[in-house]
């Protein structure tokens, strides 16, 4: 059984799907499998923040689209 975060309590697996039903789960965008060529130095940066470089990049990529819609 989970635990609530915040009284920690048990809950079950019933009231943790209705809790998580009514915050409104998101279904992320399907993603596409693409061979890009980027600058050596800026793809490194990005490696050098840590595991999760493909996810920011495509969260700034995201970013940028959604700005310039």
Do not use: C
Not at 31 to 51: C, H, M, N, P
Request: no cysteine.
């Amino acid at each position: 059984m989970k635990r609530a975060a915040s009284t920690g309590k048990s809950i079950t697996p019933e009231e943790f799907g209705r809790a998580m039903a009514a915050k409104g789960v998101s279904v992320a965008p399907k993603k596409t499998l693409l061979s890009l060529r980027i600058d050596s130095d800026v793809i490194e940066w990005f490696r050098g923040q840590g595991a999760g470089y493909q996810s920011r990049i495509n969260a700034l990529l995201r970013a940028y689209m959604e700005a310039h819609l």
